[in-house]
């Protein structure tokens, strides 16, 4: 059987930009633990670790459904407040780069990971600094450097 109305990313998407399907899918497989599959086995057929299953579990039997929703402050801190963050996506979208003494007449990730550098005194990796052009809405193209996102 084929899916034509959408890819695997696509649906994926779907599933975990909603919370009640996210809810939903770890119930059932609190559901199933009950049943008495095993984690483990749970775990490599849903590509999920065994540890998340087992805290699913253990949430759900202290919380309930409440424990199985995603908790507010999950995920490391941004090391730049977002003010900066805006700022940083204002001088890339309305100055070049060479104002900043920079030999590139394009945004690349290097060139912006360079100025925050610089100018803020933080340094990223570089897969970091992309995560974070992401989150203020920029990406890269080829032939023009960073753009906004659509």
Not at 87 to 101: A, D, H, Q, S, V
């Amino acid at each position: 059987m084929k899916i034509q109305r959408a890819d695997p990313a696509e649906i994926k998407k779907i599933l975990t930009t909603n919370e009640e399907y996210t809810v939903g899918i770890r119930l059932y497989i609190v559901y199933l633990v009950s049943l008495g599959h095993s984690s483990r086995k749970l775990a490599e057929i849903h590509n999920i670790s065994f540890k998340q299953i087992t805290n699913w579990v253990h949430r759900f039997e202290d919380e309930g459904i409440e424990g199985l929703k995603d908790r507010k402050g999950r995920g490391r801190r941004s090391t730049i407040p977002d003010e900066d963050l805006r700022k940083i996506k204002t001088i890339i979208l309305t100055e070049k780069p060479e104002k900043y003494g920079f030999k590139a007449d394009r945004w690349t990730g290097p060139v912006v990971r360079k100025l925050i550098s610089d100018k803020y005194g933080v340094s990223y990796k570089e897969a970091q600094i992309y995560n974070l052009l992401k989150k203020i809405g920029m990406r890269f193209e080829k032939k023009k450097g960073l753009v906004e996102a659509n």
